[in-house]
């Protein structure tokens, strides 16, 4: 089974109606393959969300973590996910295939601008509809280090078998970064799927970013 997990902070009329991942899954309530595990009116961490859905799963599910602002552009992606899954044990649709100290997001180096792109990997649409801007990061299906967390996919038996599981004192920023540090040091592989997506937002620093940042430097040392 895939389980769609995400955490919005709508109410389940208006996630299906309002929202870009519920619009793209209005024809999927009913999908003898594919279950949603959607949080809503979600007042906690991603973190926190993610793992509660990771203990509900059965051995046998892919879990599909996105955010509820991702517009999925592309159909077949069922069967992309089951494709990727079969080199990488964890997806994103972005990421570097380094990654050094210091680094505040997967995109940006250790001085806090653009990676060079030998480095990056990936594309992703940004906008809210047509035309949308296309950020091209980099050749897709590489092995990396870091990857988005606007979508993650793995399957339950290998977050079981590594025992990884998302860092819940990291909600809203670097959940992802943490959790790909962990894959790392427990030799789980990821990589980019080439997968047609629509994010309508393209994030912030806030003050939110800042402590986690925070957090995130405490706990890794650098």
Sequence with gaps: MIVVVSATRLTSDDFFTKSPLGLSLSHCRNHPHI???IFFENAVGLGAAYNAAISEAQPDDILVFVHDDVL???YLWPSRILWGLQTFDILGVAGNIRRVPKQPCWWLNERGTRDDP???????AHG????????VFGQTFQHCKLLDGLFLVTKKTTLASANLRFDPQFDFHFYDMDFCRQAEILHVSMGTLPLAIMHASRGARDISWKENWERYLEKWKE
């Design 35 to 37: 279950r949603l595990r």
């Design 72 to 74: 999925l552009l592309d």
């Design 128 to 135: 809210n509809g047509l035309p949308f801007n296309l950020s």
């Design 118 to 124: 030998q480095y990056l990997s990936g594309v992703v």
